[in-house]
């Protein structure tokens, strides 16, 4: 079975703060992804990889960068933490080959706070 | 651009009847839709996804999805409803190439006693 791990399921940060995410998968996914999801917006794509040093942007990537040094691990980074940047954020990986309907799989997410 | 409506963020059954959850999807590609359930404090997990070609989709937990090319619609059903089925719910397409999915804003169904 697929294991997406988040490192924190919560996180208390402050404002101004730089703030790392890790997320790593155990099942040698091509590709990688990091959602946020708000309450009545659904999740929203802020970055994705489909390799090892290789990004780009999703629908909502400002204030966000992203890392990917080994094809297990995806880390999501922001850079100086806002309070609008309070939400909780998913990481999901799935297959690049195989066809388009590949499932992404989910880790259990990770509730930051800003405050 | 690809993009996903659900219809109704709240949908109330009573346990043993029918649930049905409305997702209509707009993409200038054939669709790769998928159905992902979220219990609380958890992440996503996959219900069913769309294969091409076919029109009725069998998932996990009793679940299906009816796919209507000439609605643009990918209805989930289940026919008697669980207290166990009490989750959010989200329709979810994809695009080509390795982007990632675009989804619904959800449903969150709730099981009647």
């Known amino acids: 079975d697929v294991k997406v791990t988040q490192s924190s399921r919560y996180l208390v940060k402050r404002t101004g703060e730089k703030v790392f995410l890790e997320c790593v998968q155990d099942?040698?996914?091509?590709?990688m992804f990091w959602y946020r999801q708000d309450p009545g917006l659904g999740l929203r794509l802020i970055y994705f990889s489909y390799d090892v040093k290789m990004k780009e942007k999703g629908d909502i990537p400002e204030g966000y960068s992203v890392s990917r040094e080994k094809k297990e691990r995806f880390s999501l980074i922001l850079e100086s933490a806002s309070t609008n940047q309070t939400s909780m954020y998913l990481c999901?990986?799935?297959?690049?080959?195989?066809?388009?309907?590949?499932?992404?799989?989910f880790g259990d997410g990770t509730r930051l706070s800003i405050l | 651009a690809q993009s996903v409506t659900q219809l109704g963020s709240h949908v109330s059954v009573s346990e043993g009847a029918l649930v049905l959850l409305r997702c209509n999807y707009s993409s200038s590609v054939p669709p790769y839709l998928f159905w992902y359930v979220q219990y609380p404090n958890q992440g996503l997990q996959l219900l069913l996804k769309y294969t091409t070609g076919a029109t009725l989709v069998k998932g996990i937990n009793g679940f299906e999805a009816e796919f209507k090319k000439s609605e643009t619609s990918f209805h989930l059903t289940k026919p008697s409803a669980h207290m166990s089925d009490a989750a959010e719910y989200f329709c979810?397409?994809?695009?080509?190439?390795?982007?990632?999915?675009?989804f619904g804003k959800g449903t969150h169904l709730i099981i009647q006693p």
């Open positions: 979810a397409v994809r695009g080509g190439g390795a982007d990632g999915l675009t």
């Open positions: 999901a990986s799935s297959l690049a080959t195989g066809g388009h309907n590949q499932p992404q799989h």
């Open positions: 099942m040698d996914h091509e590709n």
